[in-house]
């Protein structure tokens, strides 16, 4: 029988092209759980294993997408984190995810038009713009130093050239370029800020933007730190609000792949069953401390440029993904990213949110 590009076909020639996806998403994937004291391989691994649990329940047609990180959940998690504790935290998340299953379940009897009557752009308009007012000043304070009382002009120096080159990949750059602009933006700030390091060393009183010590002391091969959710109350009031934004987000993802591949996701294998997978993404990642998980628009930006349709490129990319959440040297590696530099991306991300 004849296959379409689009169907699933899981080949072993196909791990390259999937560790290049996950290498797309990889900037926006570690930033998350780097700015709300999550920890990045913990990420790692319920990023892959969110995006099989999708591709599990959409099976018949499933969309070639990533899931990972969902920045919309920033704010309440870094609040939640320094309030209550990360498991506290947690349980909130997993009530996100289960805000997502009871979409899903009402969009199955109502059908899709009922997800946009129901959270229609005057609802959800003032949602994602407060999470953007939230955040601004914790990112204002990471770009300019004083959450770590680094000197100011060391980080704004650092967060500055950061920012800049952020923009500059984002407006000039070129093919998969274009579609990592923040990787490129943690790149060129930490290497900005070892060069700063360089220039100030042995300069009385300074200390270090980056410290390598952790990488040193750090062992190849790690169990994740996870994390077991308890119940709180206060947390899941105060996150179950943020979960409408992620969710119209998710229709407008699947109308985008919908659009490059041809095919009507929102049909086959239907809304219904894609916000639950991304439910379930995210209940799983939560039940073992990770952030909530959500379909990513720049992966498909790369099945635009690449024109990998094959739905098991993004399972190679899950592999990965959980391959690499157990090297503990990455894990310290990305621990070690001068928080000016995380502050730059952060004035621009939360910008554009407000």
Do not use: C
């Not at 930033?31 to 920890?39: A, C, E, H, S």
């Not at 914790?138 to 950061?162: C, E, H, R, W, Y």
Request: proline content about 6%; overall charge neutral.
């Amino acid at each position: 029988m004849k296959t379409e590009p689009t169907d699933y076909n899981f080949r072993p020639k196909d791990a390259v092209i999937g560790m290049q996806f996950l290498f797309v998403a990889f900037g926006a994937l570690v930033l998350v759980p780097i700015l709300t004291g999550l920890n990045p391989n913990v990420a790692l691994f319920t990023a892959g294993i969110g995006t099989l649990a999708f591709q599990l329940i959409t099976k018949g047609n499933i969309p070639p997408i990533f899931l990972a990180s969902s920045f919309a959940f920033i704010a309440p998690i870094s609040f939640g984190v320094k309030e209550w504790g990360i498991p506290a935290t947690m349980s909130g998340l997993i009530a996100a995810g289960l805000f997502y299953v009871a979409l899903s379940f009402l969009v199955r009897v109502f059908g899709k038009g009922f997800i946009h009557k129901l959270l229609p752009p005057v609802v959800v308009g003032p949602v994602i713009m407060s999470i953007g007012l939230i955040l601004s000043n914790i990112a204002v304070d990471m770009a300019i130093g004083k959450a770590t009382n680094t000197p100011q002009s060391a980080a704004l120096f650092v967060s500055l050239i950061t920012l800049a080159a952020v923009l500059f990949t984002s407006i000039l750059g070129k093919g998969m370029f274009k579609l990592i602009p923040i990787l490129v933006g943690i790149i060129v700030g930490y290497v900005t800020a070892y060069g700063y390091d360089l220039y100030h060393a042995g300069s009385e009183g300074y200390v270090n933007l980056v410290d390598f010590s952790k990488i040193q002391s750090a062992a190849w091969f790690s169990i994740p730190a996870f994390t077991t959710p308890t119940l709180h109350w206060d947390a899941i009031i105060y996150i179950l609000p943020i979960a409408i934004a992620p969710a119209v987000e998710h229709i407008g993802d699947m109308l985008a792949i919908s659009n490059v591949t041809k095919k009507d996701y929102l049909e086959k294998p239907g809304l219904h069953k894609t916000l639950l997978g991304d439910g379930v993404a995210t209940i799983l990642a939560s039940a073992v401390g990770g952030p909530p998980n959500t379909t990513y628009s720049e992966v498909t930006g790369a099945v635009t440029v690449t024109n990998a349709y094959n739905p098991a490129i993004m399972t190679w990319a899950a592999i990965a993904a959980i391959t690499l959440a157990f090297v503990g040297k990455l894990g310290a590696a990305l621990s070690t990213i001068p928080v000016p530099v995380m502050g730059g991306i952060m004035l621009l991300l939360f910008g554009i949110i407000t």
